[in-house]
């Protein structure tokens, strides 16, 4: 078993469900100082999170991930316990294979590696570990990204340690992510018998032309990085439950992955004016889960990337920025590149999650040929 697979399991065996890193960051850490890094654990609220650096001249060159996991589901569907990490053939099965301790496990074999062949390499290598990456997030990343803005300890590069590959290992890299902006729209009426409707006014009636207006309308036809921005619908509620009351209130839960194209400031006031054109007595609550970013192709983080890639693989990856959000938005508004790069996303956050063992092992050998391209003189 390589080195990268034993670590792996040693991660895989800790049922850390978000938000709980149960000693997975000791671990590491624990892995990491004997190489002669610098462990600061910085603790906020119920997160748990670790900033771990050698070195103090440029480039930084950081890798980042999260220790925590989604819930199982029911284990009783598994075909293996989820926290047992089991090998069948050559996929290890278990939570979090895929998203994403395993590629915390090829960070630290790859860096173990580097540092034994390039010792007086250039520059410096932090780890950026969370154990709120799953959950709400505001506890993690964004607190340790505010702690090292605050002293001016600047990230030069940053590899986001998800799962990216579609097809097969090193297919695909995310150079940037859409932002998401939440609102719950609530449009107000008065209730009323259903059979005197003179005596009511339905806010469900008077909310639909609205939502087709704000359904229909093109916000923008993205860019040469990204996909139109997207409006959806999540949710509809309204009612009491009973067939003969006309409902006081309707509320809709909606969504916009937007691309650099537009502001949260802009997408709000789109709503607004859309919803101003209707008689409506209303009101939205926001929420910004995250603003776009994009690393432009051309930075040294892709091209290193693409390079290592290649020289592993014998393919060069494409770019995306398509998916969720990820811990790279709060990253990349400090200055820094930021890709994501790991293993395939076909089973995250599944049941019977799994990931290829021998793709894990040469994930291993691209992250240090990545370093090399970084950080040696010959890059």
């Known amino acids: 078993m390589s080195p990268t697979i034993s670590l792996a399991r040693q991660l895989l065996q ?16 624990d892995f990491l100082a004997p190489l002669g890094f610098d462990l600061e654990p910085m603790p906020f609220g119920e997160v748990t999170n670790l900033w771990a650096r050698k070195g103090d001249t440029k480039p930084l060159v950081v890798f980042a991930g999260h220790t925590d ?4 589901g029911p284990i009783e569907k598994w075909q293996y316990p989820p926290f047992s990490a089991q090998i069948d053939g050559d996929m290890l099965c278990a939570r979090g294979s895929a998203d994403m301790k395993s590629s915390i496990a090829c960070f630290m074999v790859a860096t173990e590696r580097f540092l034994q062949d390039y010792p ?15 959950g709400p997030a505001v506890n993690g990343t964004v607190k340790v990204i505010e702690t090292l803005e605050a002293r001016q300890e600047k990230i030069n590069y940053c590899l986001v340690g998800e799962p990216s590959s579609d097809e097969k290992l090193g297919d695909s890299i995310k150079n940037g992510r859409r932002g998401s902006l939440n609102g719950r729209l609530t449009i107000k009426g008065i209730q009323g018998h259903i059979a005197y409707p003179q005596l009511a006014d339905n806010p469900v009636h008077k909310a639909l032309p609205a939502l087709n207006a704000l359904t229909g309308i093109i916000w923008d036809n993205g860019n040469e990085y990204f996909p139109p921005t997207s409006f959806q619908i999540s949710n509809v509620q309204s009612g009491t439950g009973a067939t003969n009351v006309i409902p006081g209130e309707i509320q809709v839960m909606f969504n ?16 607004i004016d859309c919803l101003n054109s209707f008689d ?4 939205i609550d926001w929420n910004l ?4 970013f994009v690393t432009p192709a051309e930075g040294e983080l892709i091209q290193a990337t693409g390079d290592a890639i290649e020289t592993i693989m014998g393919y060069r990856p494409t770019l995306s920025t398509a998916g969720g959000t990820s811990d790279g938005r709060f990253i990349a508004p400090t200055g820094a590149q930021v890709i ?12 019977n999650e799994r990931v290829s063992v021998s793709d894990l092992n040469k994930l291993t050998d ?12 010959a890059a």
């Open 14 to 29: 800790i049922d850390s469900v978000t938000p709980d890193d149960k000693g997975c960051q000791t671990l590491i850490g």
């Open 69 to 72: 996991v989604v819930p199982t």
């Open 120 to 134: 007086d390499h250039l520059g410096s290598i932090g780890f950026l570990i969370t154990s709120d990456e799953e």
């Open 256 to 271: 916009f992955r937007f691309s650099t194209e537009h502001t949260p400031d802009s997408l709000k006031q789109g709503v």
């Open 280 to 283: 409506l007595d209303y009101e």
């Open 289 to 292: 889960s995250g603003l776009p």
């Open 340 to 351: 994501e790069f790991g293993p395939l996303n076909a089973t995250i956050h599944k049941l």
């Open 366 to 377: 691209i992250y240090y040929q990545i370093l090399v391209n970084l950080l040696t003189k």
